[in-house]
């Protein structure tokens, strides 16, 4: 697919790698191959953003780090290894573009790296659709049973990559859909002495007495975890869930 376009492509990555090297930040060796790519007569447009859709629900925008010729989407990375996630991300990218074909290419290794991934229905991706609610051993998980669904429903169909809010969004049409109640929560007061001295910006459901929250981050870690138990806490409610959905599986915590 595209021989020609890809085989100029490949020239400038490594014409680029060979002349940086592996020392630098992403965003360098992105100007540097748009450069490169527009010397050899090629449209390259840099952090081209697009439509992100939820079935038929706009649920946000991307930018993706190069498209060439309006045809290949280049994903840049320098880090040393490519991961499985960074596989999945640039297939949720052509699928969410609508583009034929992805190059992933890696700076940052010993040597340079680059794989080529065709947007077809047989594509293989490492994001795992395993998610068997009869499996899952949670404490109370019956509670929840819907909303499990409905997140791995997300991430199945969005994949991993995007932003905090395209998933949030993705949530809120699945809450209306299954006509759940619900609020959203926008900000918090932070009080002290019965006074209150601050806020801060939030972005959470409640439903009944349980906080939600979605997110996208590199791991639910410790911090994360425990700020979220803190909010659930100055909420005074019971409950609470989070999702992560920059993961190959389903990933969530559930506070009860």
Known sequence: MYEDLTYIIKGCLFKVYNTMGNIWQEEIYETALESELQSQGLKAECQKEFDVFYFDKRVGSY??????????????????????????????????????????????????????????????????DEFDFDKAMTKGKEEIRDLLNAANRILVTLGPGYFHQVY?????????????????????????????????????????????????????????????????????LKRGLIFNFNALHLDFRYFN
Do not use: C, W
């Open 63 to 128: 930018r993706i780090d190069i498209l060439v010729e309006d045809k290949i989407i280049i994903e840049l990375k320098a880090v040393p290894k490519i991961s499985p996630l960074h596989k999945a991300q640039l297939i949720s990218y052509l699928k969410g573009y609508n583009k034929l074909l992805g190059i992933l290419a890696n700076f940052g290794d010993i040597s340079f790296e680059h794989q080529m991934f065709p947007n077809k229905l047989t594509l293989k991706t490492s994001l795992r």
């Open 168 to 236: 949030r969004r993705a949530f809120y049409h699945e809450l209306k859909s299954a006509r759940t109640t619900f609020k959203i929560i926008k900000k918090i007061d932070a009080q002290y002495r019965n006074k209150t001295i601050g806020s801060r910006e939030v972005n959470f459901f409640i439903l009944g007495d349980m906080l939600l929250s979605a997110v996208a981050v590199k791991k639910l870690d410790d911090l994360i975890l425990s700020k979220f138990s803190n909010y659930i806490n100055h909420m005074n």
